[in-house]
Every structure is written in C-alpha cells, then in structure tokens.
C-alpha cells in the first residue's frame, strides 16, 4: 500500500554537492516539459534551471524523446517504426480558419509526394483533452506554419502556450518554425521576425489579386524546405 513518487535531484551549483538537494518529481517535469513550462525555479539558489538540464543528469536525453505521455512516459525515437513521415503543425487564429483550409487543401500534392502529414486543432476527437492534445502534436511537429494575423498576435493561447514551445524546440534543433503573413499586422515587431516568413514581408496573403499563385508560393516554398 505504499505510493512511491520518483524524485529528481536538482544539479545546479548549490545543489550538486548538497546533502539536501531541492527535488522534483519526475513526473511534474515531464508534464511541464509537455506543457512547454522551461525551465523551472530552484529552491536553494533561486536559479531558474531548464529542464532538460535537470533530466539529462539522469540519463534522460530529451532530443532523443519522440513523444510523452500524461503520466509522464516516454518514447525514445529509435523506440518507434521509422516512416521518414513529416509532421506539419498549424498555428493559427480560429478567425483565420478559411485561410487555413484552403493552404491545406493546396498542400496535398506535396504531402502524397513527401509522405508528410499536416495536424491543425479541428482533428482533435471528442473526449480528449483538447489542451494536451495540441501540445502533444506540438512536440511532435518537425515545422511548425505559424499562420500570422492581428488574431494570430491577440491569441493568448498562441503567446502564451504554443510560442514558448515551438521556440524551444526551434532552439534545440528539432522543429522548424515558418511564418506565414496572412494579413497586414505588426507581426515584425515579435519574435517571430527573427525568421524568413513564406510570402516574404512585404505581400502577405490577401493582398495578393490572385491568391491562387500565394498559395503556389506557399507550395514551392515548403518543397525547398522538405528536399533541401
């Protein structure tokens, strides 16, 4: 009858030699990493610590993590089938749903070709749990096509959950994060100017009198991406 709670200890400068250690439970970071919390605050030094600084102390390699679980399980990449499949993550503003479907439906040459598969939140199924679904399939993601607008900048989700991930990811190298500019909006006064958008910066999408060849741009675009 006794629960037992894996604990991780924290490998930060005041704690690495200490007797008493703060701890985490192991199964709070692999919530927060899933949730794109990183990193976390220690209690001796008051040092925030990145998570995956604290899991690689115990053997844990999280770019070698394909997926985790809720209860904080995971699977390492060389643990699953290999299927070269490319995951494409939609990040947009419900708002901007109709864009969204038609460069989706634009994309389906290119994803028979290259075996790619795109995810965009209207696939989540009833009964799950919608926020970490979105986050899941966020982890899991190899480019994240951020779908720019006044909306996608005044989501708070977006900023506040979906970004921090995606950014993390980009910055370990395991996800690549492509805007496109949807609508005039202030878009390059974010962190997301940092990276080369699809379309450019001076056209975005509606503004295009035939929107047909944006979307044709879209497709070369992320082609070069995939093959290069």
């Given at each position: 009858?006794?629960?037992?709670?894996?604990?991780?200890?924290?490998?930060?400068?005041?704690?690495?030699?200490?007797?008493?250690?703060?701890?985490?439970?192991?199964?709070?970071?692999?919530?927060?990493?899933?949730?794109?919390?990183?990193?976390?605050?220690?209690?001796?030094?008051?040092?925030?610590?990145?998570?995956n600084?604290?899991?690689?102390?115990?053997?844990?390699?999280?770019?070698?993590?394909?997926?985790?679980?809720?209860?904080?399980?995971?699977m390492l990449?060389?643990?699953?089938?290999?299927?070269?499949?490319?995951?494409?993550?939609?990040?947009?503003s419900?708002?901007?749903?109709?864009?969204?479907?038609k460069?989706?439906?634009?994309?389906?040459?290119?994803?028979n070709?290259?075996?790619?598969?795109?995810?965009?939140?209207?696939q989540?199924?009833?009964?799950?749990?919608?926020?970490?679904k979105?986050k899941?399939?966020?982890?899991?993601?190899?480019?994240?096509?951020?779908?720019?607008?006044?909306?996608?900048?005044?989501?708070?989700?977006?900023?506040?959950?979906?970004?921090?991930?995606?950014?993390?990811?980009e910055?370990?190298?395991?996800?690549?994060?492509?805007?496109?500019?949807?609508?005039?909006?202030?878009?390059?006064?974010?962190i997301?100017?940092?990276?080369?958008?699809?379309l450019?910066?001076?056209?975005?999408?509606?503004?295009?009198d035939?929107?047909?060849?944006?979307?044709?741009?879209?497709?070369?675009?992320l082609?070069?991406?995939?093959?290069?």
């Amino acid at each position: 009858g006794i629960e037992v709670e894996k604990v991780v200890p924290c490998p930060c400068e005041d704690c690495k030699d200490s007797d008493d250690p703060t701890l985490f439970y192991y199964k709070k970071l692999m919530t927060w990493i899933l949730r794109g919390n990183n990193p976390i605050r220690c209690n001796e030094s008051q040092e925030d610590i990145n998570i995956n600084f604290i899991l690689g102390h115990i053997g844990i390699n999280m770019s070698k993590v394909s997926h985790i679980n809720r209860e904080g399980i995971f699977m390492l990449k060389d643990e699953i089938p290999h299927t070269n499949q490319l995951k494409i993550f939609f990040s947009y503003s419900k708002k901007d749903k109709e864009l969204r479907d038609k460069i989706d439906g634009f994309l389906a040459t290119l994803k028979n070709n290259h075996n790619i598969e795109t995810w965009h939140d209207r696939q989540i199924i009833p009964g799950e749990i919608w926020d970490d679904k979105i986050k899941s399939e966020l982890h899991d993601a190899n480019i994240v096509l951020c779908l720019v607008s006044s909306d996608f900048l005044n989501t708070k989700y977006i900023m506040d959950e979906e970004l921090p991930i995606m950014l993390e990811r980009e910055k370990e190298g395991l996800t690549r994060v492509i805007p496109v500019i949807l609508r005039p909006c202030p878009w390059e006064d974010t962190i997301l100017a940092k990276f080369q958008a699809l379309l450019g910066k001076d056209k975005p999408l509606t503004l295009y009198d035939d929107q047909d060849v944006a979307f044709m741009e879209i497709y070369n675009g992320l082609k070069r991406v995939i093959e290069t």
